[in-house]
């Protein structure tokens, strides 16, 4: 089936910008829909942002519409997620994620495969 393997993150100050990615491998790559969520201790993971693969249609959270973008890819089979002008609430581990099906975007239990997660911390 493959695996989706992250990289990036990090720690900035607020205002600042950093990237996060995944790289799919196997038939995981060819999924219909990938997506960033996040979670932070004692909450629920939340969609960040996601992409239909074909068309590479992106869908945004409204805390991150305008900030950040979602692209992909597809010779590399790379997700990546460019995020600007970080706020301290976007402090959190984030997680990539695929759905062979294209399923509704910002519900967790639409995608089948997690990468391992990645922390952003930005401080203020």
């Known amino acids: 089936q493959g695996q989706l393997v992250q990289s990036g993150g990090g720690s900035v100050q607020a205002g600042g910008s950093l990237n996060v990615s995944c790289a799919a491998s196997g038939t995981i790559a060819n999924s219909c829909l990938m997506a960033w969520f996040r979670q932070t201790p004692g909450k629920e993971r939340e969609g960040v942002a996601a992409l239909v693969t074909s068309t590479k249609f992106p869908f945004y959270a409204h805390s991150v519409k305008g900030r950040f973008t979602i692209s992909r890819d597809n010779a590399k089979n790379t997700l990546y997620l460019q995020m600007h002008s970080l706020k301290p609430e976007d402090t959190a581990m984030y997680y990539c994620?695929?759905?062979?099906?294209?399923?509704?975007?910002?519900?967790?239990?639409?995608?089948?495969?997690w990468g391992q997660g990645t922390q952003v911390t930005v401080s203020s």
């Open positions: 994620a695929a759905d062979p099906q294209c399923k509704t975007w910002d519900l967790r239990t639409t995608y089948n495969y």
